[in-house]
């Protein structure tokens, strides 16, 4: 009960005209960055910050605007994915699995408003956890220890198999090659660096944006280029929009997709170290293997799109928790917000719901209107998002290339990343040739640096002792998971593997 | 060569007589703008907006500061940013902290040193803790420090900063200072950043951390960590008094994560003396006093001369430990 009073509490501070102004400015921005290849949630939150302050905003409405723009950039993140075949940040790379196949059979309208209600039911079961369960929740984190992280890590990779390709080789190769680059940087456990070549703008590694505006967007535009002759593109470019809204069998069948993937997504959201993206990915080839008895995932199939935007809106506000509960960011985003809390004076930490309820508790209110918002100002939206597709390829692709050299130069300011990202588009292009699959090349990047230090932290820490690995309870079941997620396809794959390469045939290349 | 030498006289020509007629009034920036050589959510990121906006609510800007985040190379790619292509900017200030300083004292800017840039003011520091968790058998700092000596396997320390990192230094300073030869031997485990490393000692994963007072505030507060020592020259004051310094426990070492700013190699003197001023008047409000009591920042009031030389002279000991430990031949 006195959680309830609570929350009434926070819709009266919430609820004034000018906060609701600012969550529906905030939503509809956060949707715009979302849905821009380059610009994803944490750049949109930075970006939004000086009108904070110009503002001259108090605590609450700060933070009802910022995080508007944060789910709001949740949500936008899966258009592109769908229409273009290009993720609008890193946790939307899952979505464009079969979302874009779904658009390439005439269903656009319904991926967009089944991923928007995904995403709804994602973060408003993901917002309710935080009311609930964010002091015990912490407990989760604290289990979490070197050893565990990589166990964790190790089981995204081992159900990786399959995700995204009808070759098991091909996506071991794309990952190594992830992995690989995740390398570039200076290496925190001994302060050297590796494969910088003395080049200052390598020392920190590699962006990941950057690596996926070039994997997936300029290669885009290069297959395009390389295909504009003789409208050879266009088979694969007419497309119908089809009806808007999900039937409702789509929807029904999709439920406990849902809810499955908002609880996995938002236990990855919780912990400090893993975050939305391995949520979208976890949640993604978990429901595969669970579901995906025909395989029809890949192919286009609605429960494809609804696990990762289930999952990845969870995560966003999974890692709230740790945030605001033990002022540890679990995600990029996150720890811009907490950089606002700081220059705000709030000192987010174990102490934070007790010593300013009222911040707390608005921002929760606010995630409710937000939310609510973002799926009233989505589903009609999505007639609007999918005239995209009308847009004929030779004036498309152009804004593409436009877009993702504006927005890759916005992070950073450097002519340096616009090489790399170049680099990162040849690259893409001649995979796809080889039809090896890009989505586990930026897995490997995204994840292969925390793997590796948690791996060297855990031996380090027990002084070189490998058993360290498997020494607790926890990690022992995250291996079991990962090793029963790596065999079982295997055993049971073959029949799988059959209707794979049927399909095969008729989706070609570009598909991944 | 000779054009561009002809190219930077007339833009210094040019502000420079822009400067005179300014200063009559004093210089006031136009476009204050303000590099934080990190991504957003940093302690860099943080300086930049805190103080622009604190020189915006006192008036001492006439317009909003611009907070331009140029991540890379951990600050790096700023510094050559601002030494190559915007030397003689007179509306630019970039964040800087003992982070800074250690990677000028390692060369870990490649082809830079700390005399290519003037430093403008400190706008405080973060004094350096160690601590273990509130349940740790461990009471005091020469207990922890004795159990290394001993055996240096039975003691994990973690920290938010890379090996040769500041965080790494300010244990190797306190493990030398009690007289442990061989610091190399000091387990150090590096988390991504300090917030994930306290999460680890509460974990029970570490026995230490090491880090900074801001960064151990909430958990001391909350009763999570215990400080076992605050490597500052004497006690400091209010909420943080209780904490022993390391000193008083005949450990001789001072840590201080100092925060504040630098500015393009070129800035006109008249530039540099109205943000030296400008800085100067925002430290001794009261509203900056009270964001430092806030934060968890001490008081650290060095400007111009006075802030170069202890840079310079922060760059040289850091460069010692450094050769010491083997991080830099």
Redesign the interface.
């Not at chain 1, 200076?186 to 302060?191: C, I, P």
């Not at chain 1, 033990?326 to 960011?329: A, D, I, K, S």
């Given at each position: 009960m006195e959680l309830l009073a609570n929350l009434g509490d926070g819709f009266v501070i919430a609820l004034t005209w000018q906060n609701i102004g600012l969550a529906l400015l905030g939503c509809f921005l956060g949707t715009v960055m979302g849905a821009l290849p380059g610009l994803g949630p944490?750049n949109g939150?930075?970006i939004l910050?000086?009108l904070a302050?110009?503002l001259g905003l108090g605590a609450t409405p700060s933070l009802i605007l910022l995080t508007s723009v944060y789910y709001g950039a949740m949500y936008g993140g899966r258009i592109s994915s769908i229409l273009l075949n290009i993720p609008g940040d890193e946790p939307a790379m899952m979505t464009c699995l079969d979302g874009y196949p779904m658009a390439k059979k005439g269903m656009a309208g319904e991926a967009l408003s089944l991923s928007g209600i995904a995403s709804f039911v994602g973060a408003f079961l993901a917002t309710w956890g935080l009311i609930l369960l964010a002091p015990q929740l912490v407990k989760i984190?604290?289990?979490?220890?070197?050893a565990e992280y990589f166990a964790l890590f190790a089981l995204a990779f081992m159900t990786l198999g399959g995700v995204s390709s009808t070759n098991q080789a091909k996506s071991a190769f794309a990952a190594a090659l992830g992995l690989g680059l995740a390398m570039i940087g200076?290496?925190?456990?001994?302060?050297v660096p590796r494969f910088t070549f003395?080049e200052?703008?390598?020392?920190?590694g590699l962006d990941f944006l950057v690596a996926i505006v070039g994997l997936f967007a300029l290669s885009e535009v290069f297959i395009f280029l390389e295909t504009r002759h003789g409208e050879a593109s266009g088979s694969g470019r007419k497309l119908e929009i089809g009806r808007l809204t999900p039937p409702w069998a789509m929807i029904k069948q999709c439920t406990p997709t849902m809810l499955r993937t908002s609880f996995l997504g938002f236990l990855a959201g919780v912990l400090?170290?893993a975050g939305a993206s391995l949520g979208s990915f976890i949640s993604y080839s978990m429901e595969k293997r669970l579901v995906d008895k025909e395989g029809t995932f890949g192919t286009g199939d609605p429960r494809g799109v609804a696990a990762p935007e289930a999952g990845n809106n969870a995560a966003a506000g999974g890692a709230l928790v740790?945030m605001l509960a033990?002022?540890?960011?679990g995600s990029?985003t996150t720890?811009?917000l907490?950089?606002v809390l700081?220059?705000l004076?709030i000192?987010?930490?174990?102490?934070l719901f007790t010593q300013n309820p009222d911040v707390v508790w608005g921002l929760i209110a606010a995630l409710f209107i937000a939310n609510f918002m973002l799926l009233a100002m989505n589903i009609p939206m999505v007639g609007l998002f999918t005239r995209l597709l009308l847009i004929p390829p030779r004036i498309l692709m152009p804004i593409v290339a436009m877009v993702s050299f504006v927005g890759i130069y916005g992070i950073?300011?450097?002519t340096f990343d616009l090489m790399v990202m170049i680099a990162f588009g040849v690259m893409g292009w001649v995979l796809r040739k080889f039809d090896v699959p890009l989505v586990p090349i930026i897995l490997g990047t995204l994840l292969g640096n925390?793997m590796e230090?948690n791996l060297r932290?855990a031996i380090?820490?027990d002084?070189g002792d490998w058993f360290t690995l498997i020494d607790s309870p926890l990690a022992l079941f995250l291996w079991a998971i990962a090793i029963i997620g790596f065999i079982l396809p295997l055993i049971i794959g073959a029949k799988v593997k059959k209707g794979m390469h049927e399909r095969r045939d008729e989706e070609g290349a570009i598909s991944d | 060569m000779k054009f561009k030498a002809t190219r930077i006289a007339i833009i210094a020509t040019l502000l420079g007589a822009s400067a005179l007629t300014a200063s009559a009034e004093g210089f006031t920036p136009e476009n204050p703008e303000c590099i934080a050589p990190a991504?957003?959510?940093?302690g860099w990121?943080?300086t930049c907006?805190?103080v622009g906006?604190s020189l915006q609510d006192q008036g001492l800007i006439g317009s909003?500061m611009?907070?331009?985040?140029?991540?890379?190379?951990?600050g790096?790619?700023a510094y050559?940013?601002v030494v190559n292509k915007r030397s003689d900017d007179n509306d630019l200030i970039v964040a800087a902290s003992s982070a800074t300083a250690t990677r000028l004292a390692q060369g870990?800017?490649?082809g830079n040193t700390m005399d290519q840039v003037r430093w403008l003011a400190s706008v405080g520091a973060d004094y350096g803790v160690i601590a273990v968790a509130a349940d740790s058998e461990i009471d005091n700092l020469t207990e922890l420090l004795d159990m290394v000596k001993n055996d240096p396997?039975s003691i994990?320390v973690a920290g938010g900063s890379?090996?040769?990192?500041w965080d790494h230094l300010k244990v190797l300073i306190a493990a030398n200072a009690y007289g442990i030869d061989d610091v190399r031997s000091v387990?150090y485990?590096?988390?991504?950043?300090g917030?994930?490393a306290?999460?680890?000692l509460?974990?029970?994963?570490?026995q230490a951390f090491t880090g900074d007072i801001s960064e151990a505030?909430?958990?001391v507060?909350?009763g999570?960590i215990r400080v076992v020592a605050v490597l500052s020259p004497e006690r400091l004051g209010g909420d943080f008094a209780e904490f022993p310094t390391a000193r008083e426990q005949g450990v001789d070492a001072i840590g201080a994560n100092w925060r504040g700013f630098y500015a393009p190699g070129n800035m006109s003197d008249e530039a540099y003396d109205a943000w030296v001023a400008q800085i100067a008047t925002l430290y001794a409000s009261d509203e900056w006093k009270q964001?430092m009591a806030?934060?968890g920042l001490a008081p650290l009031d060095l400007q111009g001369a006075e802030f170069e030389a202890f840079v310079a002279n922060s760059v040289a000991q850091i460069e010692q430990i450094s050769r010491e430990i083997g991080?830099i031949q």
């Open positions: 944490s939150v930075a910050i000086p302050f110009t984190a604290l289990l979490f220890g070197p200076v290496d925190t456990q001994t302060g003395g200052v703008h390598l020392y920190d400090p170290g740790p033990l002022g540890v960011p990029g720890a811009v907490l950089a700081l220059s004076n000192t987010p930490g174990p102490l950073s300011g450097s925390a230090n932290r380090t820490i002084n | 991504n957003p959510g940093g990121d943080f907006r805190q906006k909003t611009q907070v331009v985040n140029l991540a890379g190379g951990g790096g790619v050559a940013e870990a800017y490649p396997t994990s890379a090996v040769g990192g387990k485990i590096a988390f991504d950043g917030g994930e306290v999460t680890q509460l974990a029970g994963s570490v505030k909430g958990f507060d909350s999570d964001i806030d934060n991080i």
